[in-house]
């Protein structure tokens, strides 16, 4: 998997329902298509990352993975589409997208440390490879930055919640207490590649990516309605961020097998 920078300029381009994507990423809906200029080299399973130049707030405000590569289509500028002008487009599954009218982004300027150069930054195009070093040390600021701002899904066994699962507490949300032994033992058992695709994030990002996963509850929690004692290997299996959002498209959520049929159909 190779990592690529997509960029945003609010000048040249509005993205007038960037508050109401940034919600809809936070429940679970998380594609969008977004021009990489002329780069016909970024493929499926790609990471992304997106930055807003131009103006400020200038820096770092989503990332995903990349579900359909580099294709051609008509140009995200209605004037240059009006005359047949093309460009290269992505399809890309966001796990973060932070609003930047209303939310801090990683700052431009951060971007500036000794770490994150032989990257040009203040680019002109989308779809900019970044170095394989630059991008490990990006990972791991972004995974630190975004930590907390509810990009994540409701099923997530977290490993800082404790003891039996059910108890409904409110935070913002109702949310249920989970068990970290179970999580443990999930993947003692099962791996920390995930159950349906096989992506391995130690494997793509070394040590930051060690025993990265979800954890998925095979029972919607929301419909135990009493306080259980889960059974790891029975009611938990580990699954990347992607499949997990998927998983969670429809309600009730689709099952494991489901997704790994869609995902296969998908590759034929």
């Known amino acids: 998997m190779t990592t690529y920078l997509l960029a945003w300029n609010p000048k040249r381009c509005?993205?007038?329902?960037?508050?109401?994507?940034?919600?809809?990423?936070?429940?679970?809906?998380?594609?969008?298509?977004?021009?990489?200029?002329?780069?016909?080299?970024?493929?499926?399973?790609?990471?992304?990352?997106?930055?807003?130049?131009?103006?400020?707030?200038?820096?770092?405000?989503?990332?995903?993975?990349?579900?359909?590569?580099?294709?051609?289509?008509?140009?995200?500028d209605d004037?240059?589409?009006?005359?047949?002008?093309?460009?290269?487009?992505?399809?890309?599954?966001?796990?973060?997208?932070?609003?930047p009218e209303s939310e801090t982004i990683l700052p431009r300027e951060l971007l500036d440390e000794a770490r994150f150069s032989g990257m040009h930054w203040d680019t002109q195009m989308s779809g900019v490879r970044v170095p394989e070093p630059v991008a490990t040390?990006?990972?791991?600021?972004?995974?630190?930055?975004?930590?907390?701002?509810?990009f994540t899904l409701p099923e997530e066994v977290d490993e800082q919640e404790v003891h039996y699962e059910g108890a409904v507490r409110r935070i913002s949300v109702n949310a249920y207490e989970r068990n970290p032994e179970a999580r443990q033992k999930c993947l003692a058992h099962y791996g920390a590649s995930?159950?349906?695709?096989?992506?391995?994030?130690?494997k793509t990002y070394g040590e930051v990516g060690q025993g990265f996963i979800h954890v998925h509850h095979l029972r919607q929690l929301s419909e135990?309605?009493?306080?259980?004692?889960?059974?790891?290997?029975?009611?938990?299996?580990?699954?990347?961020?992607?499949?997990?959002?998927?998983?969670?498209?429809?309600?009730?959520?689709?099952?494991?097998?489901?997704?790994?049929?869609?995902l296969e159909q998908a590759d034929l």
């Open 194 to 202: 995930c159950f349906i695709c096989g992506f391995d994030f130690a």
């Open 79 to 99: 004037k240059k589409a009006a005359f047949g002008e093309t460009c290269m487009f992505v399809k890309v599954c966001l796990d973060t997208l932070l609003d």
């Open 224 to 262: 135990i309605g009493e306080k259980y004692e889960v059974d790891p290997i029975r009611d938990l299996r580990p699954v990347c961020p992607n499949c997990h959002a998927m998983i969670h498209r429809r309600k009730p959520a689709y099952s494991i097998d489901e997704i790994r049929a869609l």
């Open 14 to 76: 509005q993205w007038d329902d960037l508050a109401k994507t940034s919600d809809a990423v936070k429940a679970g809906e998380t594609f969008i298509t977004w021009s990489c200029g002329n780069s016909k080299r970024i493929q499926k399973g790609d990471r992304v990352f997106l930055i807003r130049l131009g103006e400020q707030p200038k820096g770092i405000f989503a990332s995903g993975i990349v579900t359909i590569g580099s294709h051609e289509g008509l140009h995200w």
């Open 137 to 150: 040390e990006l990972e791991k600021v972004w995974i630190e930055f975004t930590e907390g701002r509810g």
